[in-house]
């Protein structure tokens, strides 16, 4: 029997990016602003998400889809006492989310009433950056205490983000972090990365964020 | 990383493009995979032999081709390699860089042997 070679020459993960473009797809026809909120465990994605509806309501609606790796709604639960949808998605075990996970979350909340989705992925540096999950942004939460050394050590999931959240800035007296090193290493993988340092526990910072975050919103509302 | 679900869905598109060429097996898969994709091969080759069992992937050889990390510099136009850690550019001490390779995770191509068709032995 002979042997033949037959090219291919497909991504590895190119079913998880065709899920994505209609995931993106069917954002972008309800005019949501969408978000792919990653960070490490603890860096502090649910408190952003809570400052962030706190100083959006009651004038934005904003949907949540809670990413965790074990059957608990203790996220989900701190959005719904806010009085916004979420969805809670246990990946059984996976590292991250996948596209067609945030398929099943968007079914799951009332879209075409909504202004924004964020996605809060499953505390992880390293998988959630290979999956795509059609969202329109990239996010990541880096905190102070977690050091400055981490774009060194996670390259890839800083060289895909649209925007960058330093947490915990009301801790720099107390620990030993260095911003310039820190900033010098997201530079080199992502040059000009948008990025706001703020506090959840103090709420400093927030002011940028929130007047950025609208203007993303109002594009996305007229269909640019 | 993930190695399960990447090693599945590296058998779905090896079964489908194999289907169509109307192969009767697959006995190698040629992946190219850059230096910054955080897959190990060992784990890939081990949920293989699991995943591929009674396909027609089952006993493929995985064959991995590595492409190392090149980055170029915008300030001073050279390209460099990425050795161990992240660094600025080499030549003019530029942060302005940019991937151009390392980031690469595809199967390049597959070998099957085909359906003899109307052959009496």
Redesign the interface.
Known sequence: MSTIKVPVVEKILSANDRMAAINRKRLNENHVFSINLMASPGAGKTSLILQLIQRLSPGYKIGVIEGDTAPVTIDADKITAQGMPAVQINTGGDCHLDAAMVSDGLDQLPLSQLDLVIIENVGNLICPAAWDLGTHINLLVASVPEGDDKPYKYPNIYRGLSVLVINKVDLLPYVNFDMAYFRRGVELLNPGLITFPVSCHTGEGFAAMIHWLKEQIKSQKSGE | ??EL??TE??L???LE??TQ?E??RV?VIH?VIGQ???IVDDSVQFYWDMVAESTICEGAKLHFSRVAAMFHC?DCASDFNMDS????CPYCGG???R?IAG?E??????????K?VGVKQ
């Open positions: 990383m993930h679900s990447v869905n590296i779905s598109i090896a493009h194999a060429a192969a009767a006995t992946l910054l994709s955080s915008e850690r992240l660094s600025e942060i302005h860089t991937l980031d995770f595809y199967i390049d191509s597959i070998e099957i042997e085909k003899e």
